[in-house]
C-alpha cells in the first residue's frame, strides 16, 4: 500500500476520513523529489502500545537520498479529553520521529516538520494508551526517481547496487573492454575481452578456415576448455595434469622428478640412468646386508648367511666345514649301496671293518699269520 484517505466506510474514526491540507502539502512534496523511494511502511506492534514499528527503506528528501533503518517510534500521552493526529516522518538522513497534533474536538494535521517526509499519520483517541492498526493510516508517496533526478557522475560509468543494497558506480572500462561479472556481492568491472574480432581473424587466415565459432568469452585467468588441440606449447606446467599420456615421450627427466606408482620397461622408462649399488640401497627400505648389488650368474658374496639351502652342489668348496653334520650316521657309501656299520662297540686297535653280509659290516680282530707251512703232494 501507499498513500491513502480512507472513505467513511473505511475508517474506524470519522476524522480519518477527511481530506486535510496536508494531504496536499504530501503529494505537492513528492512532485518536488521529496518522498520514499522503497520501504519505509508504518504498522501497529504485535502487542499493541503506545511505539509503532517503521521498516528499512530508502527515503528522497529534495533529491537526496536516504537510508532508513527500520526501528520503533514512540508516541506521546494521549490527551485526555479530546483526540489528536500525529506525523510519522523521516528527515534526509533517514532519522525517524513523531511530531504530534494538536488535541481537539476535530484535530487536524500538524505542519510537515522541514527536510521531512511524511510516512504515515497515527490518530490518538482521547485517554488512548495503546496504539491498533486502525489508527494508522499510510502517507507514503511512492517516489521512482528519474533520470534527471540522478546525480551527477563520470561519462561511461554504471551505476549498480553493492552487496548491502547501497548504490554504487563501475568504474570506466578501457576501448574494447567487456562488462564482465564478479559473481554475487562484487560488483562487474570492465575487463579486456579474451578474443576480439581482429583476434578471430588472425586465427581464421591461419587456420584457412572461413568462420571462427567461440562457444563463450574466455579470460587469460583459469580458462576452462574442451578437448582442445594445444599443438606445441612453449611451455607447460603439468602438476595437476590427470588421465593417461599413451603418446607421449620422455625427453630427459631433470633431478628430483616426483614420481609415483611403478616404473615399468612398459609404456614407462625402458632404460635407467647409472646408479652404484650405494645409490639403490639408499633407495631402498626392506633391505639385507651391505655391500655391492648380487644377480643370479657368478656373484661373489662376502660372508653370507645362506640359511637353508634348498640344494646346493659344493664340488668347488673349500675350507673346513667345522659344523657340518652329515645326512648318514653309521654308514660308509660305495658305489652302489650304503654299507652300515655296526656300532654296538667302539673298534680297537688292529680292528679291520670287516663285510658281514651285503650291507653290513662289524669291526673284527685279525688272527696273525706267525708261521708258514708249505705242503708238497707228490
Not at 489508527?135 to 561511461?156: E, F
Not at 560488483?187 to 567461440?214: K, N
Amino acid at each position: 500500500m501507499a498513500f491513502k484517505i480512507p472513505n467513511l466506510a473505511q475508517a474506524t474514526y470519522v476524522d480519518l476520513a477527511e481530506p486535510d491540507s496536508i494531504d496536499i502539502d504530501i503529494l505537492v512534496a513528492a512532485y518536488n523529489s521529496t518522498g520514499v523511494i522503497s520501504g519505509c511502511a508504518v504498522t501497529a506492534q504485535a502487542s499493541p502500545n503506545m511505539t509503532v514499528a517503521v521498516a528499512s527503506g530508502t527515503v528522497i528528501v529534495g533529491g537526496t537520498r536516504g537510508t532508513v533503518t527500520g526501528a520503533n517510534v514512540t508516541i506521546t500521552t494521549a490527551d485526555g479529553a479530546n483526540p489528536r493526529i500525529d506525523l510519522i516522518v523521516s528527515n534526509g538522513s533517514g532519522t525517524l520521529s513523531a511530531t504530534a497534533g494538536t488535541a481537539a474536538v476535530e484535530p487536524v494535521m500538524p505542519a510537515i516538520p522541514s527536510t521531512s517526509v511524511v510516512l504515515a499519520i497515527v490518530y490518538m483517541p482521547a485517554a488512548d494508551t495503546t496504539i491498533s492498526g486502525s489508527q494508522i493510516i499510510d502517507k507514503r508517496v511512492i517516489n521512482p526517481i528519474s533520470v534527471s533526478q540522478l546525480a551527477n557522475g563520470t561519462d561511461g560509468e554504471l551505476i549498480t547496487w553493492d552487496a548491502s543494497g547501497v548504490p554504487a558506480t563501475v568504474a570506466v572500462g578501457t576501448s574494447t573492454h567487456v562488462l564482465t561479472s564478479n559473481g554475487v556481492g562484487v560488483a562487474p568491472t570492465f575487463q579486456a575481452a579474451a578474443v576480439s574480432y581482429s583476434d578471430a581473424q588472425a586465427i581464421s587466415a591461419v587456420e584457412g578456415e572461413s568462420t571462427l565459432v567461440l562457444s563463450g568469452v574466455m579470460t587469460a585467468t583459469s580458462p576452462v576448455l574442451t578437448t582442445p588441440n594445444l599443438g606445441t606449447p612453449s611451455a607447460g606446467v603439468m602438476t595437476n595434469a590427470t588421465g593417461t599420456a599413451a603418446s607421449l615421450t620422455a625427453g630427459n627427466v631433470t633431478t628430483n622428478a616426483n614420481l609415483t606408482g611403478h616404473v615399468t620397461s612398459v609404456g614407462n622408462a625402458a632404460v635407467l640412468g647409472s646408479f652404484t649399488s650405494a645409490q639403490l640401497a639408499t633407495a631402498l627400505t626392506n633391505e639385507t646386508g651391505s655391500g655391492a648389488a648380487v644377480f643370479g650368474t657368478s656373484p661373489t658374496l662376502v660372508t653370507p648367511a645362506l640359511g637353508t639351502p634348498a640344494s646346493g652342489v659344493m664340488t668347488n668348496a673349500t675350507g673346513t666345514a667345522t659344523g657340518l653334520t652329515s645326512g648318514i650316521t653309521n654308514a660308509l657309501k660305495s658305489a652302489t649301496t650304503t654299507v652300515s656299520v655296526s656300532a654296538a662297540s667302539a673298534p680297537t686297535s688292529g680292528q679291520v671293518l670287516t663285510a658281514t653280509a651285503g650291507t653290513t659290516a662289524t669291526w673284527q680282530t685279525t688272527v696273525p699269520v706267525t708261521q708258514a707251512y708249505a705242503f708238497f703232494i707228490s
